[in-house]
C-alpha cells in the first residue's frame, strides 16, 4: 500500500489542532511531569534543521510519559525581544513588533509541520504587554527587596526600614554595595532623597555606576556573549568600556546559594564546573595597604596572604577610581593614554589575552605593612575592577601573569619559603628571585601558613580573612528600544517604582529607534512617555514639571529579563491577577527534564535560578531550583559544499581535476547540488549571483562534483537545510527518525540528506506490515511465542533507552523488530497494535494513521505504554555449539530448562559426538549453561 505521508501528516496535524490532543488540564490528581525547551528567539531565517535536535528529543519523552499516565505539560513559547528586531527597524523603519510578529508565524508553522506535541494555548511571548507586565513586577519586587545574610533570604524592604528606624546600621548583616554606618536618629532626621541614596546601596534591583561595554554605532550597552573580538557580534562595530548609570540585579547575594544548590541537581559534571567557575568561590584575606603621601588605603583580596612578604608591587584596574587620585602628574600622560587603549578591550579579551601583560606605572607607591618596603603601583588591565577590589598585591614569584609582568617592567622578584618541597613547586625563575625567610612562615605547610598570616592581618588591624566570588551583579540595563521598559520614575534625581497597578508600563511609539540627539535611548524620543504622579497616569513628556510629572527610565531590560521566568508563567499563562498561582507552581513545581544549548551554561541558567531562588524567598513559590534534569544537547553539522575557483580566472574546477590547479575553495549554497549528489547545477550556480553570471566550468566525465566537508551548519556556509524541504520529501516522521538515529543526544553530528532514505524505507516497511498488497489486513489471531518475543525484546530496550535518552538506538531497534515481523509475515492485532503506540513517540502521525486503521476512535497519545512480560523472552530452546579440543564440530538445540549434567549425558549420547569419540573416554566435559560444551579428549 502507497505510504502518503503528506496526506497522512497534513490530516493529523489538523486533528491535534482542531481537538486539542494536547492541552493540558491543571488536574491535580495525576501525576505532573513538566518537560521544556529552551526559549527560542523567532529569527528572519527560519529553522534549519539543526534547530528541532533538542525539540524532538523532548517531545519523544513528552509523549513516552503521557502513554505512561502523567499529566504532561510541554509548552511553547517566544523570547521576543532583542537586537536583531531593532536593528532590522533601524535599517527599514518598519517596527520591530511586526518583523517579530512575522518571525514568530514562520516558526510555528515549522514547527506545526514537524508534529510537536505542544500545548499552543500555554504559548508566551515576552514582547506582549500581557507578559512583560510580570517582568516589570518582578523587578519592581526586587527593587523593594534586600538580603538578609543573618536568614540567608531576600526580605522585604520595609523590614530593613523599621531595622533603620529602630538601630539604625548597628547589628545589620546585609549584602550591600558599600559599608555604611549611622544611627537610628542620623536615620530618621535624614532627608526623603538621602534615605532613598542610602536604600539604593542594599536593594536588589539597584542603580550604581558601572563599567560596561558600550557600543557607540548601535547606541546600546552589550553583555559579554554579544560580543566577538573586541566588536558587536551584530553588525561587527567597535566596543568601548564605559562608566555608566546602570541598572543591575544584585545576584552576588546568591552566589553561595548558586554553588550550593547545583548539588541537588542532575545536570552533567561539564555544565556545573561552568557554573562553579563563573560564581568562582575562593577564600582568603581582605588587607589594607596605605599609600605614601595619600590618605588613600589600597584594598586588596588575595587567595594567598601568606605570601604578602613576596609582594613587591600592586597593579590597579585601569578603571579604579583610585587611579585618579594617586598618579603623579609627571605619569598622568602615559596613564590617561593606557587607559584610553583599554577601553577598546572587552573584559572577557582581557580575561583570556594571558601571556601578553602590558601597564602603566602611577608614580605612586604603596607601603607593605609586613616589610614596610616600598611598592610600586601600576595599572594593567589584566586586573579587572568587577573582580575583588580591583587591585591585587603581586606577588611575582609565586603567580605566573605577575612574573610576566615584573619581568616587563624590571621589577623586584621575591620568593617565599614555606618548605623545601615549596620552592621547588614554586618557582618560575630561582636564579631571579630572591628567598624570605620569614619568622611567620618558614618552615609552617600552606594551610598552616595562611592561617597564621590571617590571624596575624587581623591582630595588625589592616584586614580580615573573608570568602570572595568572582561573580559580579548582573547589569540590568540597554540603551535600546525593542525591551521591556523599567518601571522606574525619577523625583529629585531618585528612582521610585510605579504602582503595580499601573503596570504594564507599555512600550511607547517612537518615529525612530536610534539614540535621541543628546545621547538618550531611543525611548528619549516617545513623546508619551512621562509619569503623572497625582493622577497616576503615563502623560505627555512636555508635562514633565518635577513636581507632579516626573520623567521615566528610558533604558530597557536586557534579554534575559523575560526568559528568567517564562518557565513560571507556562503553569498559569493567562491569570491576570497573579504572574502564577502558587497552587499551580506548587503542582507543577520544577522543570523535571529542560532540554537546551550549552551555550547557555552560565548566563541564562545563572539569572533563573537566581530569580527562582528570590520568589522563593519573598514566598511566591515554593521550589528552590527551577530545572531539575537539564541536557544539552549537541550539534548537528553541516554538509558544506564548495567549489574550485582557478586564482586570478572566473573558471571552476570540478573537484577531482583541482589538484592539477591553484585554486581557491569557496563556499556554494547546498540548494545548488542536484538532488542528493555532490554534482553542482551549474546554470542554477550561474543564477546564483551576478559575479558567478560568466563563470566556465572544467568537468569531469561531463559533470561538476563539489568538494564536501562537515562543519556547523550556518547561513554564512550556505550549508543550511531547511526542514520543510525534509518534510515534503521524506515526512515530518522520516525527519523526527533521522535527527535521533544520527547518533547520541548530547554528541554533535553531521548531517547528511542521503541518509534519509533509509529512515523512510524503515516508515514504508513498517506501514506495509500493516496491509497485504492495496487492503489493511491485520489478523485477530493469537501471535506465536516467536511473535511476542519479537514485541517484548523491543519494549525493554525502548523502555530502556527513553529513560536514558539513547533515542539512536532505539531507531535501530525498530527496524531490527519491522524486519524481523516482516520475515515472520507478522500481522497479528496483538503485535501490530502495541507495536503503533511504541513507535509513536518518534513518529506520531503515521502512528496515528495506523491507530485509527485498527478501529481506535480516540487518539494513540494516551494509549498506556505496552508493559513488557519477561516470560516471553525466555528461551524454550537453547542451540548449544559443541567444540571438542576448542574447535567446533556442530550444534545441538536442547531444552533451555535442562542442567549441566543433563546436557553433557545428551551431548554424550548425540550421533555425531558418539561418531567423534569412537569409543574414547574424554578426559574432560565443560558446559557453559545456555552457552557451549567443550570436550576435551
Sequence with gaps: MFYDHQQIEKKWQKYWEDNQTYKTSNNTDKPKFYVLDMFPYPSGAGLHVGHPLGYIASDIYA?????????????????????????????????????????????????????????????????????????QWIF??????????????????????????EKGTEGLNANQNDELNFTAEEWKSASEMDKEDILLNYRLAYRAETTVNWCPALGTVLANDEIKDGKSERGGFPVFQKKMMQWSMRISAYSERLLQGLKTLDWSQPLKDSQEYWIGKSQGAQVRFNVEGHDEIVEVFTTRPDTIFGATFMVLAPENPLVETITTDAQKAEVDTYIEETSKKTERDRMSDVKNVSGAFTGSYAINPFSGEKMPIYISDYVLMGYGTGAVMAVPAHDERDHRFAKKFNLEIKKVVETEEDVQEKSFDSKDSVCVNSDFLNGLNYNDAKSKIISEIENKGIGHGTTNYRQRDAIFSRQRYWGEPVPIYYKDGMPYTLPTSALPLELPEVEKYLPTEDGDPPLGNAKTFAWDEANQKIVDTNLIDEKTVFPLELSTMPGWAGSSWYFLRYMDPKNEEVFTNKEL????????????????????????????????????????????????????????????????????VSKNLAKEYTTQAIHVDVSLLKGTTDELDTEAFKAWRPDYADAEFILEDGKYI???????????????????????????????????FLGPLEQSKPWNTQGLSGVYGFLKKFWNLYFNGENF??????????????????????????????????????????????????????????????ISPYAPHICEELWSLLGNSESIEFEKFPVLNEEYLVEDEILYPISVNGKMKFKISLSAQLSAKEVEELVLQDEKMVQILDGKTPKKIIVVLHKIVNIVI
Design 777 to 838: 489486513e491485520v489478523s485477530d489471531e493469537e501471535p506465536t511465542k516467536a511473535e511476542y518475543k519479537v514485541l517484548h525484546t523491543l519494549i525493554k530496550k525502548v523502555v530502556y533507552d527513553i529513560e536514558n535518552f539513547s533515542f539512536n538506538t532505539s531507531v535501530s531497534s525498530f527496524m531490527i523488530a519491522v524486519n524481523e515481523l516482516q520475515k515472520i509475515k507478522c500481522n497479528k492485532r496483538n503485535i501490530l497494535q502495541p507495536l503503533a503506540v511504541i
Design 706 to 740: 563539489t568538494g564536501r566537508e562537515v562543519e556547523k551548519m550556518s547561513k554564512s556556509k550556505y550549508n543550511v537545510v531547511n526542514p520543510d524541504d525534509i518534510c515534503n520529501e521524506y515526512g515530518a516522521d522520516g525527519l523526527r527518525l533521522y535527527e535521533m
Design 585 to 652: 507552581s506548587d503542582y507543577w513545581g520544577q522543570v523535571d527534564l529542560y532540554i537546551g544549548g550549552s551555550e547557555h551554561a552560565t548566563g541564562h541558567l545563572l539569572y533563573s535560578r537566581f530569580w527562582n531562588m528570590f520568589l522563593k524567598d519573598r514566598g511566591y513559590i515554593n521550589h528552590d531550583e527551577p530545572f531539575q534534569k537539564l541536557i544539552n544537547q549537541g550539534m548537528i553539522l553541516g554538509m558544506s559544499a564548495f567549489v574550485y575557483r582557478i586564482d586570478g580566472t572566473n573558471q571552476y
Design 63 to 135: 509523549r513516552y510519559k503521557r502513554h505512561q499516565g502523567f499529566n504532561v505539560l510541554h509548552p511553547v513559547g517566544y523570547d521576543s525581544f532583542g537586537l536583531p528586531a531593532e536593528q532590522y527597524a533601524i535599517q527599514t523603519g518598519q517596527h520591530p513588533a511586526i518583523t517579530t510578529e512575522q518571525n514568530i508565524n514562520r516558526y510555528e508553522e515549522q514547527l506545526r509541520k514537524i508534529g510537536f506535541s505542544f500545548d499552543w494555548s500555554r504559548e508566551v511571548r515576552t514582547s506582549d504587554a500581557s507578559y512583560y507586565k510580570w517582568t
Design 140 to 165: 519592581i519586587e526586587l527593587f523593594h527587596s534586600w538580603y538578609n545574610k543573618d536568614t540567608d533570604k531576600a526580605e522585604s524592604i520595609s523590614a530593613l526600614i523599621q531595622h533603620f528606624e
